[in-house]
């Protein structure tokens, strides 16, 4: 399978506790972002990176959140101390750098998260 | 703030019908696309449009980009139960990489 992979797709826990998710891109696509969806609503931008370099971060994302590209690869989302306004379908989606032409981005499945 | 507003928000209609879902901002984009998003899924892109005034098909469905390109339709021919979904619209700006999403369509094709 070559598209956006996310891990896990569902995580349910407890308020307080740390949580990391995983996204590995389409391997060529050198942008990675991570969106936040609730019920009801379309994805909310949180932060892009393009490469190893986080470019953007959306103020919606708190001291609480962080995210990490290392390598360039995969990315990681962690949320500390998760609160109950923290549940949400977390969105990883990829795009590959075009000098010509719409930067169009694809998805992964997401990662359900609940906290209880 | 950048908004897109989508309209209708929900839709329910009998198979074969005609339907037409509406993207409208006060800002201008670089690009559009369109999405349809399943439940428990990640959203799969349709089109993308970057023209203003471009038309672009597939199979059943219509994807319009307005002249100012601040706004979008996509109109779906004789919808069919597989048809059913959340259609998402999203716009980016110039100079930005992130998308903006609209608030989303959601589309019931009874059998």
């Known amino acids: 399978d070559t598209g956006v992979s996310q891990n896990p797709r569902h995580k349910i826990t407890k308020r307080g506790q740390n949580v990391t998710f995983r996204c590995d891109p389409i391997?060529?696509?050198?942008?990675l972002y991570w969106y936040r969806q609730t019920l009801g609503q379309g994805p909310e931008f949180l932060t892009y990176?393009?490469?190893?370099?986080?470019?953007?971060k959306s103020r919606l994302l708190s001291d609480r959140f962080s995210a990490e590209r290392p390598k360039g690869s995969f990315s990681t989302l962690e949320i500390q101390r998760t609160e109950q306004g923290d549940s949400a379908m977390y969105l990883c989606?990829?795009?590959?750098?075009?000098?010509?032409?719409?930067?169009?981005?694809?998805f992964g499945p997401g990662t359900r998260l609940t906290v209880l | 703030t950048q908004l897109l507003e989508q309209s209708p928000q929900f839709l329910s209609i009998q198979e074969g019908e005609n339907l037409t879902v509406y993207c409208n901002s006060s800002s201008v984009f670089s690009s559009l696309q369109w999405y349809r998003q399943e439940p428990g899924e990640g959203p799969v892109l349709l089109v993308t449009v970057v023209t203003g005034g471009e038309v672009k098909k597939l199979k059943r469905l219509t994807f319009q980009f307005g002249d100012a390109r601040k706004d979008s339709s996509l109109h779906i021919t004789a919808a069919q139960p597989g048809d059913t979904g959340l259609y998402l619209c999203?716009?980016?700006?110039?100079?930005?990489?992130?998308?903006?999403f609209g608030t989303g369509t959601r589309l019931k094709v009874l059998a």
């Open positions: 989606a990829s795009s590959l750098e075009a000098w010509q032409g719409p930067n169009e981005q694809f």
């Open positions: 391997s060529e696509h050198n942008r």
């Open positions: 990176f393009q490469n190893e370099a986080q470019l953007e």
């Open positions: 999203a716009g980016a700006t110039s100079g930005t990489y992130k998308y903006i």
